[in-house]
């Protein structure tokens, strides 16, 4: 189960950091990722960090969003963050958490290799 806080409104040029909860079952073989869906449009890959501690991002946010994972809690939960600077209107959208077991540099991008969903948390960037 995945399940995805801190979403919000932030002014341009603001930050935010998301945080995922993962638990039922052990994700240290999974690939965990952040996807978006922004108002009429198709989801689209943000950022992924592998089970070999590979990390991917989007174009339209590298080196503006960092993803991190943390496998090393006590509570059977393991987390995954996205943290997000200089926010722009454009990264206005539904930010859902997802995990695959394994890692496909070619395919992470794609909608349809991810099995796992969050619900989804709205992030808002406006004045």
């Known amino acids: 189960q995945l399940v995805e806080s801190g979403g919000g409104l932030v002014q341009p040029g603001g930050s935010l950091r998301l945080s995922c909860s993962a638990s039922?079952?052990?994700?240290?073989?999974?690939?965990i990722g952040w996807f978006r869906q922004a108002p009429g449009k198709e989801h689209e890959a943000v950022a992924c960090?592998?089970?070999?501690?590979?990390?991917?991002?989007?174009?339209s946010v590298d080196g503006r969003f960092t993803i991190s994972r943390d496998d090393s809690r006590d509570d059977a939960k393991q987390m995954v963050y996205l943290e997000m600077t200089n926010l722009k209107p454009e990264d206005t959208a539904i930010y859902y958490c997802?995990?695959?077991?394994?890692?496909?540099?070619?395919?992470?991008?794609?909608?349809?290799?991810?099995?796992?969903w969050g619900q989804g948390t709205q992030v808002t960037v406006s004045s």
């Open positions: 997802v995990a695959e077991i394994g890692f496909s540099r070619f395919s992470w991008t794609r909608k349809n290799w991810w099995e796992y």
């Open positions: 039922g079952g052990n994700l240290n073989r999974h690939t």
């Open positions: 960090f592998s089970s070999t501690w590979t990390t991917l991002y989007a174009d």
